[in-house]
C-alpha cells in the first residue's frame, strides 16, 4: 500500500493525525526534502526507510515504490503542503494505476492556508473579495493562454502566487497590467509560513520585488495581493444579530 500524505507548510505539529499514523507504521518513505520540514519525519518509526525525492526523478521514486510493493511493505509518500497544489501527485497516480498498486491520498495544510495564519488574515472578506486565485507566473512551467497573470489580475481579488519569488519584476507588470490593481494595491509576502523562521513582509503591488530584494528573500515564499491586507470591509451576514438564517432568528 501506497500512503500520500500532505505533510502541512512546515510547522512539523501542523501535519494532520491520520498523516502522523501512517508516517509512523511505515516501512519507508518518499520525502520531498527540498521543502518538507526534516522534523517532520520525527513521526516515521526507527528503521524505516527514508528517501529524499528532491534529488530523485519520477522513475527512481516509482522504482522504490513498486520495489516495496514487491516486497510487501508499506511506503508513504510525503509531499509539502497539500498533495493536490503543484505537488506533481497525479503523475505517480497514473503510473501506480497502471501497475495496479493500491494507494490512498491524506491532505496536508496548505502553504497558502499558513500564510494566512502567519498575516492573521481572512481571504474572503464581504464587499472585499469572496474568491481566490491560486497560481503562478509562467516560469520554466508555462501557464495556459487563459491563464495569464495579467489575465487572473483582471479580477481584482484575493490572489495567492506560488513559485514566483523570483520574478516579482515581472509580477508586477503583470498584476497592473490587468487594471483592477494598482500599484498601492496591498501586497504581502510570507515567507516559510508556519516553520520556525517564518516571517512576514506586508508591502503594496508596486514594492513587491523591492521588498523581496532588500530582505534576500527568493524562494520558498508566497506572494498574496488584495484589498483583504486592507482595513475596510463589511462585517458578516451570518453573525448580525438583525440577520436570520437556517440556525438563527434575527433578534433586532
Ligand atoms: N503543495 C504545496 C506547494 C508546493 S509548490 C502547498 O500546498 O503548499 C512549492 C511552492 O510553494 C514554493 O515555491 C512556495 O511558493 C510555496 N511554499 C511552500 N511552502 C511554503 C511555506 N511554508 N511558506 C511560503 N511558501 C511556501
Known sequence: MIHFVGAGSGGADLI????????????????????????VLQYAREGCALHDSAGMTLEE???????????????????TGDPSLYGAIREQMDRLDELGFAYDVTPGVSSFCGAAAALHAEYTLPEVSQSVIITR???????????????????????????????????????????????????????????????????????????????????????????????EYERSKLYDPTFSHGCREARE
Not at 521514486?61 to 508513504?76: D, F, L, Q, R, Y
Not at 496591498?186 to 514594492?207: L, M
Request: hydrophobic share 40%.
Open 137 to 231: 507566473m509562467a516560469g520554466r512551467t508555462p501557464v495556459t493562454e487563459g491563464e495569464q497573470l495579467r489575465k487572473m489580475a483582471s479580477h481584482g481579488c484575493t490572489m495567492v502566487l506560488f513559485l514566483s519569488t523570483g520574478l516579482l519584476e515581472e509580477v508586477e507588470r503583470e498584476l497592473l497590467a490587468g487594471g483592477a490593481y494598482t500599484s498601492d494595491t496591498p501586497a504581502a509576502i510570507v515567507y516559510k509560513a508556519t516553520w520556525p523562521d517564518e516571517r512576514v513582509f506586508r508591502c503594496t503591488v508596486g514594492t513587491l520585488a523591492k521588498t523581496a530584494r532588500d530582505n534576500h528573500i527568493t524562494k520558498t515564499a508566497l506572494i498574496t495581493i488584495g484589498g483583504f491586507l486592507g482595513t
Open 61 to 79: 521514486v516509482m522504482a522504490v515504490m513498486a520495489e516495496n510493493e514487491k516486497a510487501g511493505k508499506t511506503t508513504v509518500r510525503l509531499h
Open 16 to 39: 494532520t493525525v491520520r498523516g502522523a499514523r501512517l508516517l509512523g507504521e511505515a516501512d519507508c518513505v518518499i520525502y520531498a526534502g527540498s521543502l518538507v520540514n526534516p522534523d
